[in-house]
Structure formats: structure tokens, C-alpha cells
């Protein structure tokens, strides 16, 4: 498999765009997209409270190989984030302190990685949002080739290059950068909808009578 780079011709969102979609939870994003284009639950933070957001950059690597993301590491932007997918395999780790260090030095958002990543404690250490299938001692191989800025799925999830990704404690979800502003304004309306049913609660309504659901039957 040869090393491979598709151009990243993409539009880049403006600060204030990516400033109004801090804070909405991937949860409510999901929700929104009629419950899809979130990631397995496998894929977690390192650690608990990290939030991520950022648009995507992808890697393709093969099982246990990450020569490929090394090569990404230079071709993405500040704020981005790099997304990996490996594969799912989770004995063999793609990512480490060493490449968190790079991925800093470059001002990169994060990291997705569907598969395993080492060095954990050095990751949460310095705070980098780290998101990842498994973590596992063993390193990898490089050499064998990926594809960098390609369309992937990474823990079933559909990603291509500006893609807006969102993290937090219950994972990863990506909002097309075609349905970002329409996501926007509906995550918004959502989270509205939210706080009126949570007043309501307060209030003393059950959270049946709310949505609708009938008394069940005595037997």
C-alpha cells in the first residue's frame, strides 16, 4: 500500500462559526441529524471532561501501521483535527506522546484515533484531546503506506476532510460541513426545547406526561 495525499480543498469556517458550536453536546447534534453520524461507543476521551471541536483532517492507515500519520501531522492546520481510522484494531498502538508533542507544535485540536493509542498518562498530562477505541503498551509499524485527506469511516462513522467534529464524555459525533449551519440553528432550538422541558419538571410534570406516553394498563 503506497503513501497517498488527496488535496484538502475545503471551506474553512470562520472563528465565530466554530465559537457559536462550542458547547453543544455531540448528543444534541446527533439528535438533531434524526439520530446519526456519531461514532461507536468505543471511541472515548482519554480523559474524562475533554471536549473537542474542530474541522477534520483523515488519515487511512493499515492495521498496526501509523507511517501515515506521521506524514498527516505537517499537512494540518491549526485548529484542526486529525481523525484516524485504524482499523479498530486495539492491540497495537498508532499514537503516542511523541506524535502528541508533534500534533502540539502544530496547534492541532485533537485527535480520533479508531483504534488503540499509548502513553496515556503523559496524553492526559498534557491536556491534548485525545479520543480513541483502546489504549494498549504495544507499538506499531510504519511503512506500509495510508491515505491522507481521503473520505474514511472511523468507528462507523462517515468523515471527510472539513467535516465538523464535536467530543465530549459520551464521544464523537461529525456534522457534514454541508449541514453545519442548518445543524447550528436546529442544536440551538434544541437545547431550548431542553431547558423548557427540564422548567417543566421543576414544575412537577413527569417526563411520561411530557412526551406523550400513555398510563400503562393494570393487569
Known amino acids: 500500500m503506497t503513501l497517498q495525499r488527496h488535496k ?3 471551506e474553512t469556517l470562520p472563528p465565530a462559526t466554530l465559537k457559536a458550536w462550542a458547547g453543544i453536546p455531540p448528543a444534541i447534534v446527533s439528535d438533531c441529524m434524526n439520530r446519526t453520524h456519531f461514532m ?44 484516524i ?42 491536556g491534548f484531546p485525545c479520543f480513541a477505541r483502546a489504549h494498549v503498551p504495544a507499538g506499531p509499524h510504519k511503512g506500509h503506506g495510508g491515505i491522507i485527506d481521503g473520505v474514511i469511516s472511523c468507528a462507523g462513522c462517515p468523515v471527510k476532510p472539513g467535516d465538523l467534529v464535536i467530543g465530549d464524555d459520551d464521544g464523537v459525533c461529525v456534522v457534514p460541513l454541508e449541514w453545519t449551519d442548518a445543524m447550528l440553528a436546529a442544536s440551538k432550538e434544541k437545547m431550548k426545547q431542553e431547558e423548557a422541558i427540564l422548567k417543566q419538571i421543576a414544575a412537577g410534570k413527569t417526563t411520561a406526561e411530557l412526551l406523550g406516553i400513555d398510563t400503562p394498563e393494570m393487569i
Open 40 to 83: 461507536a461507543a468505543a471511541i472515548k476521551p482519554l480523559r474524562p471532561g475533554t471536549r473537542l471541536l474542530g474541522q477534520a483532517r483523515t488519515v487511512t492507515s493499515m492495521v498496526g501501521d501509523n507511517g501515515a500519520s506521521h506524514a498527516a501531522i505537517p499537512f494540518v492546520g491549526a485548529g484542526e483535527v486529525l481523525v
Open 8 to 10: 484538502a480543498d475545503f
Open 85 to 126: 481510522d485504524a482499523g479498530g484494531y486495539e492491540d497495537v498502538a498508532v499514537w503516542g506522546g511523541i506524535m502528541t508533542r508533534a500534533a502540539m507544535k502544530r496547534g492541532i485540536a485533537g485527535v480520533v484515533v479508531d483504534g488503540a493509542v499509548r502513553d496515556v498518562e503523559e496524553i492526559r498530562d498534557l
